[in-house]
Nanobody
Framework: QVHLTESGGGSVQAGDSLRLSCATS????????MGWVRQPPGKQREFVAL????????DYAQSVKGRFTISRDNAKSTVYLQMNNLEPEATARYYC???????????????????WGQGTQVTVSP
């Protein structure tokens, strides 16, 4: 069974940085794309970033491009999201997620991701 566990969220002020981590288990981590998705208060889940199995391909939502960086450590079965210069609009619950099939990108559509963590809350004050 696939397990994903996020950590690293918190309450910060605008302009601060946070680094989210997502530890995984249950299958060969280095064969699967990983993604970050967030859900702002009262809104639907939205794509943030994705990374391919060997970090060759990355993609970001336009709203975070240049400020967020996704990375992974296959030896640790962990994916990260470095978030710099945070804005209040980044307030959301952040989830890591992964598709069902090997080497298959979930793309920017959250419904394409089969496995999800429980999420970690990020709150950014003005």
């Amino acid at each position: 069974q696939v397990h994903l566990t996020e950590s690293g969220g918190g309450s910060v002020q605008a302009g601060d940085s946070l680094r989210l981590s997502c530890a995984t288990s249950g299958r060969s981590f280095d064969r699967y794309y990983m993604g970050w998705v967030r859900q702002p208060p009262g809104k639907q889940r939205e794509f943030v970033a994705l990374i391919s199995a060997r970090s060759v391909d990355v993609d970001y939502a336009q709203s975070v491009k240049g400020r967020f960086t996704i990375s992974r450590d296959n030896a640790k079965s962990t994916v990260y999201l470095q978030m710099n210069n945070l804005e209040p609009e980044a307030t959301a619950r952040y989830y890591c997620a992964t598709p069902l099939a090997r080497e298959h990108s979930g793309g920017r559509e959250p419904t394409n991701y089969a496995y999800w963590g429980q999420g970690t809350q990020v709150t950014v004050s003005p």
